[in-house]
């Protein structure tokens, strides 16, 4: 039987799922919930749902339609209240990232769904790429030995203004830092120790504080990554490499590429697999279903949400951060 799902946002972010759910049948929109009109036509024309289930408020919706689960894809700052409104009403939930703005609600948020016996999930895809997951199980297997160091940078121009960080002190960390750091960690398939960051803001930058960042993560077994990102740059770039004990591995244009000292750059196979937001819809209803808890879960994503906290004091501190300052591990 098909997951009944209550859309909450269905403008931006939010077309994804409406899109998809049109397409499957183990999951089926029960209701839009959204505060712009157009926002809801277009809704309603891609899916086929009735204007009889569309509503203001996700209270509305819950109350005149069955559902077995909310995503929520609002505003971050909203995502604690939207949450536990939908989780204390028995409803699993999936929201889009990040998944709250302090570490402290996302631990309560987790608390509640336990409390509920319901799942809550955290749609960070940027991660599910071939290339990126094929990266992080060569060296999870140490297929070419274990991970020593890696480079992670992160440099374009946020294109259309301010985004929701706009009047946040750490504005790239909580606004793209937090899929940067959720992909480092997921590559190097480790928990990170300790952190150190420096947030800054360049004079044009039109947000209020911390529009790049600069620091370094260590994780458990060793491996070290230096991080440098920022949305305002005067010229974009980037690049993800590790170096293990056998050469260096590196993301080249979607492609992984293996370099030895004194060898060609060799271009390995990627491993197979469904697009990103697929792979996260499968394990979601795979876990609401009783199978097993994706690397996901809300419960999961609280050492992505201590990383970006833990910068944050760091840059604030000058000092270097351990994890186990923010949470059990």
Same mark, same amino acid.
């Given at each position: 039987?098909?997951?009944?799902?209550?859309?909450?946002?269905?403008?931006?972010?939010?077309?994804?799922?409406?899109? +998809?759910?049109?397409?499957?049948?183990?999951?089926?929109?029960?209701?839009?919930?959204?505060?712009h009109?157009?926002n809801m036509?277009?809704? +309603?024309?891609?899916s086929?749902?009735?204007?009889?289930?569309?509503?203001?408020?996700? &209270?509305?919706?819950?109350?005149?339609?069955?559902?077995?689960?909310?995503?929520?894809? #609002?505003?971050p700052?909203?995502?604690?209240?939207?949450?536990?409104?939908? %989780?204390?009403?028995?409803?699993?939930?999936?929201v889009?990232?990040?998944?709250?703005?302090?570490?402290?609600?996302?631990?309560?948020?987790?608390?509640?769904?336990?409390?509920?016996?319901?799942?809550?999930?955290?749609?960070?895809?940027?991660?599910y790429?071939?290339?990126? +997951?094929?990266?992080?199980?060569?060296?999870?297997?140490?297929?070419?030995?274990?991970a020593?160091f890696?480079?992670?940078?992160?440099?374009?121009?946020?294109?259309?203004g301010?985004?929701?960080?706009?009047?946040d002190?750490?504005?790239?960390?909580?606004?793209?830092?937090?899929?940067?750091?959720?992909?480092?960690?997921?590559?190097?398939?480790?928990?990170? %120790?300790? +952190?150190w960051?420096?947030?800054?803001n360049?004079?044009?930058?039109?947000?209020?504080?911390?529009?790049? %960042?600069?620091?370094?993560?260590?994780?458990d077994?060793?491996?070290?990554?230096?991080?440098?990102? #920022?949305?305002?740059?005067?010229?974009?770039?980037? &690049?993800?490499?590790?170096?293990?004990?056998?050469?260096?591995?590196?993301?080249?244009?979607?492609?992984?590429?293996?370099?030895?000292?004194?060898?060609?750059? &060799?271009?390995?196979?990627?491993?197979?697999?469904?697009?990103s #937001?697929?792979?996260?819809?499968?394990?979601?209803?795979?876990?609401?279903?009783?199978?097993?808890?994706?690397?996901?879960?809300?419960?999961?994503?609280?050492?992505?949400?201590?990383?970006?906290?833990?910068?944050?004091?760091?840059?604030?501190?000058?000092?270097?951060?351990?994890?186990?300052?923010f949470?059990?591990?």
């Amino acid at each position: 039987m098909a997951v009944q799902c209550i859309h909450l946002g269905v403008g931006g972010r939010g077309k994804w799922p409406v899109a +998809m759910f049109a397409e499957r049948d183990d999951v089926e929109s029960a209701a839009f919930v959204d505060v712009h009109e157009g926002n809801m036509n277009a809704a +309603m024309e891609v899916s086929g749902l009735p204007e009889s289930r569309c509503f203001r408020t996700l &209270e509305q919706a819950m109350n005149n339609v069955e559902s077995d689960c909310v995503i929520v894809i #609002t505003p971050p700052d909203s995502h604690v209240e939207m949450i536990l409104e939908a %989780v204390r009403a028995g409803k699993h939930v999936l929201v889009e990232k990040p998944f709250t703005k302090t570490l402290a609600s996302a631990k309560y948020v987790v608390e509640e769904a336990d409390r509920m016996g319901v799942k809550v999930g955290v749609s960070q895809n940027a991660k599910y790429n071939a290339a990126t +997951m094929t990266l992080s199980r060569h060296l999870r297997e140490e297929t070419y030995g274990k991970a020593r160091f890696g480079l992670f940078t992160k440099i374009g121009w946020r294109s259309k203004g301010v985004h929701h960080s706009g009047h946040d002190d750490h504005s790239y960390l909580w606004e793209r830092g937090i899929h940067d750091l959720d992909t480092m960690r997921y590559i190097l398939g480790a928990l990170p %120790v300790r +952190m150190w960051a420096h947030s800054f803001n360049p004079p044009w930058s039109p947000y209020k504080g911390g529009a790049g %960042v600069s620091g370094w993560v260590e994780f458990d077994g060793g491996a070290t990554a230096t991080y440098f990102a #920022t949305f305002e740059p005067h010229k974009s770039g980037g &690049e993800t490499r590790v170096d293990v004990d056998e050469g260096t591995l590196s993301l080249e244009g979607g492609n992984l590429v293996l370099t030895r000292r004194k060898a060609d750059p &060799e271009i390995l196979p990627l491993d197979a697999g469904p697009a990103s #937001t697929d792979l996260i819809v499968n394990q979601f209803v795979a876990w609401i279903n009783g199978g097993e808890e994706p690397e996901f879960s809300g419960r999961n994503n609280l050492v992505t949400v201590a990383m970006v906290e833990g910068m944050g004091i760091s840059s604030e501190s000058g000092r270097i951060v351990s994890l186990k300052e923010f949470v059990n591990v």
